[in-house]
């Protein structure tokens, strides 16, 4: 019999983490594959990604609305509990996949575990400087099985009592896709995206959700580097926590300029083109941290949001000021970079299945232990 085993999605950035996830328990046929989307995916204003996931053809979607724009967090969080049990008691899932640290990967993990269903977390034991901080690891208890990037992350879930025997390294999913041979030229992504520059950098600004009251300050210090540094740009939407509004408002500024183009979205492939052939990406997004070091992409991480995230030495760490901005512009155009693998080195899903085709991952105890380090 078959295991049935459901993805949760609430972003395009943890979609594009789990799709050849997806993928390889799709393609087997000792799994039956469903996905559970909501969150960014479900909201016009961001592109209405979920578009872009039932273009890829899989075979079981539930599409669920769990925030408007004025939602806050803990509400967002109530709704998808709701929506998720429901769903589960329905479809009896064998499995759950989350990832991050996202509050629909918290509302996933938590109904699933009350339910005495097998939770496994994608991602875990990594650190950053918001309140996703806190989401992460929460989802991480809540979580029977942990698939980490890297041993930097094992260690940690190890600090937080989790069990060694049922964590496991695989790299970050992503990487598989960054380097397929499948990707389009950046031929294809500039018609597509309708790109009519050859040269460009890459923005992507999130808001820093422990930091509200001055995200509206900050925004405005980034786009006022955008334009004075006279580039061009690919700018994509912040994700839609608490201060996306002050970002929105900003890029306001950067319309109809010839040497800007902004999306609410970029689908994953194409995003990966883009990344793999822009001048620099700035921001605070974990492509910068992540991802572009695999490119031997300069980044310019701004503010706090990705603290502690990488031991990379090359990444470029600015404040909000604006001067700095700037310099920190001029430094990522002179930096020739060789790309490094922080977070694996492909092959995750191949790692993945091995796993789930062991015995002993489907005997794996949904009664928590905590192991002490002696």
């Given at each position: 019999?078959?295991k049935n085993?459901v993805?949760?999605?609430g972003?395009?950035?943890?979609?594009g983490?789990?799709?050849?996830l997806i993928?390889?328990?799709?393609?087997?046929?000792?799994?039956s594959v469903?996905?559970?989307?909501t969150g960014?995916?479900?909201q016009?204003?961001y592109?209405?990604?979920?578009?872009?996931?039932?273009?890829?053809?899989?075979?079981d979607i539930?599409?669920?609305?769990n925030?408007?724009?004025?939602?806050t967090?803990d509400?967002?969080?109530?709704k998808t509990i709701?929506?998720?049990s429901?769903y589960?008691?329905?479809?009896?899932?064998d499995?759950v996949?989350?990832?991050?640290?996202?509050?629909?990967?918290l509302?996933?993990?938590?109904?699933?575990?009350l339910?005495n269903i097998l939770?496994a977390h994608?991602?875990?034991?990594e650190v950053?400087?918001?309140?996703?901080?806190?989401?992460?690891?929460?989802?991480?208890?809540?979580?029977?099985?942990?698939?980490?990037?890297?041993?930097r992350?094992?260690?940690?879930?190890m600090?937080m009592?989790?069990?060694?025997?049922?964590?496991?390294?695989?790299?970050?999913?992503?990487?598989?896709?960054?380097?397929?041979?499948?990707?389009?030229?950046?031929?294809?992504?500039?018609?597509?995206?309708?790109i009519?520059?050859?040269?460009?950098?890459?923005l992507?600004?999130?808001?820093v959700?422990?930091?509200?009251?001055r995200?509206a300050?900050?925004a405005?210090?980034?786009?006022?580097?955008?334009?004075?540094s006279?580039?061009?740009?690919?700018?994509?939407?912040?994700?839609?926590?608490?201060?996306?509004?002050?970002?929105?408002r900003?890029?306001?500024?950067?319309r109809?300029?010839?040497r800007?183009?902004?999306f609410?979205?970029v689908?994953?492939?194409?995003?990966?083109?883009?990344?793999?052939n822009?001048?620099?990406i700035m921001g605070?997004?974990?492509?910068?941290?992540?991802?572009?070091p695999?490119?031997?992409?300069p980044?310019?991480?701004i503010?706090?949001?990705?603290?502690?995230r990488?031991?990379?030495?090359?990444?470029i760490?600015?404040?909000?000021?604006k001067?700095?901005?700037?310099?920190g512009?001029?430094?990522?155009?002179?930096?020739?970079?060789?790309?490094?693998?922080?977070?694996?080195?492909g092959?995750s899903?191949?790692?993945?299945?091995d796993?789930?085709?062991?015995?002993?991952?489907?005997?794996i105890?949904?009664q928590?232990l905590f192991?002490?380090i002696?």
């Amino acid at each position: 019999m078959k295991k049935n085993i459901v993805f949760l999605t609430g972003t395009r950035a943890d979609f594009g983490k789990l799709k050849s996830l997806i993928d390889v328990c799709e393609a087997h046929d000792q799994f039956s594959v469903s996905l559970f989307v909501t969150g960014m995916h479900m909201q016009a204003q961001y592109g209405y990604t979920v578009d872009e996931i039932l273009k890829y053809g899989y075979s079981d979607i539930y599409k669920f609305i769990n925030r408007t724009n004025e939602t806050t967090m803990d509400q967002t969080l109530a709704k998808t509990i709701s929506g998720f049990s429901d769903y589960i008691r329905e479809n009896k899932p064998d499995l759950v996949v989350v990832h991050g640290d996202r509050v629909e990967a918290l509302a996933g993990a938590t109904s699933a575990a009350l339910n005495n269903i097998l939770v496994a977390h994608i991602e875990g034991g990594e650190v950053s400087g918001t309140i996703d901080e806190l989401i992460r690891h929460a989802v991480s208890k809540m979580c029977h099985v942990h698939f980490v990037s890297n041993e930097r992350a094992k260690k940690r879930l190890m600090q937080m009592g989790e069990l060694n025997e049922s964590t496991f390294t695989i790299g970050s999913p992503d990487v598989d896709i960054m380097f397929s041979d499948k990707l389009p030229s950046i031929a294809m992504a500039r018609e597509r995206y309708e790109i009519p520059f050859d040269d460009f950098a890459i923005l992507m600004f999130h808001p820093v959700t422990t930091e509200n009251d001055r995200m509206a300050e900050y925004a405005r210090l980034v786009v006022d580097a955008v334009l004075e540094s006279g580039l061009n740009y690919v700018v994509i939407y912040p994700n839609n926590d608490l201060g996306s509004s002050d970002i929105l408002r900003e890029y306001k500024r950067l319309r109809g300029l010839d040497r800007i183009k902004i999306f609410p979205s970029v689908r994953f492939e194409y995003f990966l083109t883009f990344l793999k052939n822009a001048q620099f990406i700035m921001g605070n997004s974990s492509a910068a941290i992540m991802e572009a070091p695999y490119y031997g992409l300069p980044a310019i991480n701004i503010g706090n949001r990705q603290n502690n995230r990488s031991e990379n030495t090359d990444l470029i760490h600015c404040g909000y000021d604006k001067a700095v901005l700037l310099e920190g512009i001029k430094q990522a155009l002179n930096l020739n970079l060789t790309p490094i693998e922080l977070f694996g080195e492909g092959k995750s899903c191949e790692k993945f299945m091995d796993v789930l085709l062991t015995k002993k991952f489907w005997g794996i105890s949904k009664q928590k232990l905590f192991n002490d380090i002696h």
